[in-house]
């Protein structure tokens, strides 16, 4: 038991910081240009199959820096090209060109990688054992994993409180026209937190896509719950972005190695009506959970954890 | 007399349409195609009661689409095992009534706010549905989904609805109820006040409405729609499945909507239409149609937001004003840019699909427009780059004569209003 909660805790805090890694871009993204940008978690495929294209000819260290670059230019030109044009078109255009992109994205991916998972692999060099744990071992690219995205949020928090682009950004957050009057490029800034935002989620791609699945809907999957995370951490809190990440990769963690149901706890005599909810496992219900969460967020507290504003 | 005879007309012409259709286009497969239509016409006008009418852009609006077809195709079920006299006729009203249900439990939590929220929330709403759907084994069928036999229901009228014209005649009939009920709407006070809602809640909220229970009843019958679209599509096609309810399905009503143009009641019919065409028939030409489909959507909201029927509504005014032929020129110079562009952009993207997909099962060699090309050698793809490259570049340098040309017109047009 005790083992389970430890090596959950680990997971989840891993899947947590993974998951923050992307919502942090988003929240950002959408903070300061009002855009909730649906391609998010199209730009974290193509960052892992930029790396799994680069680890396959030059070898993964090359693939972890190089592929996150490429993906924040992608995501660059995205902005100039696409989105700028449709500013004064509003809102709603121009989420809905993000959500065509990431149609498109998706089907150029099948084009170039077909449509079943690509054989992404743990680098030799990170490919042995970190730590064991009664009888159970701990791979050392999972830890690898935690650093880079713990060295990311450390580089991020640096970054936006103590240097002079962050300090621009965040006055740029709430108060743009100003920054523009003080004379500062605020196209510019918004394609360079666009980039950046975009280069992050390519570098959550890169480091995942050996561990997790990489195949053509791993973004469609995984967009979804990106969105529930700032939700329930409250549109445009960075601070709650964090805490939703934590909580939504712990629980949905746990659900997973939990295999009890109803019928275990109160017998197989299922009431009528009842027959395939008394039937589930905990673990079956995981991919449910963050979505719950999300309706029961919006009833309870529609400002999400942290947040401020409501729409 | 004229006045009810105009507003008529346009009606009659529908239902002659509707009625003349299978006798035009009689093969199986247009008849198939335009069932498939009807469904699809429902489904995006209701659809756009949320996004055209009263500015909800929904992502889950299969949700609705799917409970009603689940629902209907159980009720199916339940006649055929009860012997009730039940005619398929009138299934898909109970689609309708799921629907309604379910729109009424779910609008319940989404409708407290418009804008991105109410977005987010039916696009998690989506998501819970369809998970749920791959636990519900005993509702949803599991991977297999719910079957049903439509032609051992009771007959209607002596019709048992085996034959796909009879099914394809029921469902132009509620197609056309629903249409002319959805236009309804539009007339009423509620409708416009949905308008007013898209347009200024706030200020509806002075006028002594609350926009949450306007946004509600609107969620309620663009609900109601769907799942009458959803129960004939359990009628046509004898079974659901979770796709149905799923993401895709979702997307699906959004792009019907938007490529028509949401900003008239016509566009989502004509979105549907072509959309379902192309589906049709792109899926039997090429193996990556949904990318078309998705340039085609970036393309419309990029360009076009109005949607086709907002081009169209553009270059009638011109042409009843005598004013098109000042147009001809500057477009007859952009069409070959353009169309080089396209040619090029095709050329790519079939290329590419066999140069990385379909290589080993089907050779290297492709055949597009007339004219066999081998992806393997390098003559083909540096035709297809230069011809995408100048086309697109001789656009970029030809369209400001079109925004001349159209400033002409506009001025004609502006003036003419004056005197």
Known sequence: MLQLIIFSTLNGVLYGMLLFMMASGLTLIFSMMGVLNFAHASFYMVGAYFGFEISRRIGFWPGFFIAPVAVGAIGAMVERYGLRRLHRLGHVSELLFTFGLAFVIEELVQIFWGKLPVDYRVPPSLDFVAFRLFDTTYPAYRMFMLLTAVAMFAALLAGLTRTRVGIIIQAALTHPDMVAMLGHDVPKIFMLVFGAGAALAGLAGVIAGPALVTQPSMAASLGPILFVVIVVGGLGSLGGAFVASLLIGLVQTFAVAMNTSLAGIFGPAAPPFLGDLWQVTVAELAPVIPYVLLVLMLIVRPTGLMGTRET | ?419
């Open chain 2, 1 to 419: 007399m004229t006045s009810a005879l105009r507003t008529l007309a346009p009606w009659l012409a529908m239902a002659v349409l509707f009625a003349a259709a299978p006798h035009i286009f009689a093969s199986g497969s247009a008849l198939t195609m335009m069932s498939v239509m009807g469904t699809m016409i429902i489904f995006a006008l209701s659809y756009n009661m949320l996004l055209g009418q009263t500015g909800l852009l929904s992502f889950g609006h299969a949700v609705y689409f799917g409970l009603g077809g689940f629902v209907a195709i159980h009720m199916m079920n339940v006649v055929i095992s009860a012997k009730l006299g039940v005619p398929v006729a009138i299934i898909p009203l109970f689609g309708g009534l799921a629907g309604l249900g379910f729109g009424f439990l779910f609008g319940l939590v989404s409708t407290k706010r418009a804008g991105i929220v109410f977005s987010m929330i039916s696009l998690g709403i989506g998501e819970l549905v369809s998970s749920s759907s791959f636990i519900l084994r005993t509702f949803f069928g599991g991977e297999e989904g719910i079957t049903s036999n439509r032609s051992a229901l009771a007959p209607f009228f002596g019709h048992k609805f085996g034959p796909q014209i009879e099914v394809y005649y029921l469902i132009a009939a509620w197609c056309f109820l629903s249409i002319v009920a959805m236009y309804a709407l539009t007339l009423t006070p509620f409708g416009r006040m949905c308008n007013a809602v898209r347009d200024n809640p706030e200020r509806v909220e002075f006028v002594g409405y609350s926009p949450r229970v306007l946004r509600m009843i609107a969620f309620c019958f663009a609900a109601f729609f769907a799942g009458i679209a959803g129960g004939l599509t359990a009628i046509n096609f004898e079974i659901m499945n979770s796709e149905q309810l799923g993401a895709e399905q979702s997307s699906l009503a959004l792009f019907m909507a938007y490529i028509g143009g949401v900003s008239s009641f016509t566009g989502p019919i004509v979105g549907a239409v072509i959309v379902t065409f192309l589906q049709i028939t792109l899926s039997d030409v090429s193996s990556v149609w949904q990318l078309y489909f998705g340039l085609m959507f970036i393309g419309v909201v990029l360009y076009a937001p109005d949607g086709v029927i907002g081009w169209v509504k553009l270059h009638r005014q011109a042409a009843l004003r005598g004013q098109l032929w000042r147009l001809a020129p500057s477009y007859a110079l952009v069409a070959p840019a353009f169309a080089a562009a396209c040619v090029g952009a095709i050329m790519l993207i079939e290329l590419a699909n066999r140069q990385f997909q379909l290589v080993q099962s089907e050779g290297s060699v492709v055949r597009l427009f007339g004219v066999n090309l081998d992806a393997a050698t390098a003559r083909p793809w540096i035709v297809a780059v230069l011809l995408f490259g100048a086309g697109v570049v001789a656009v970029r340098l030809l369209w400001p004569r079109v925004g001349d040309a159209w400033g002409a017109v506009n001025e004609r047009l502006h003036s003419r209003d004056k005197a």
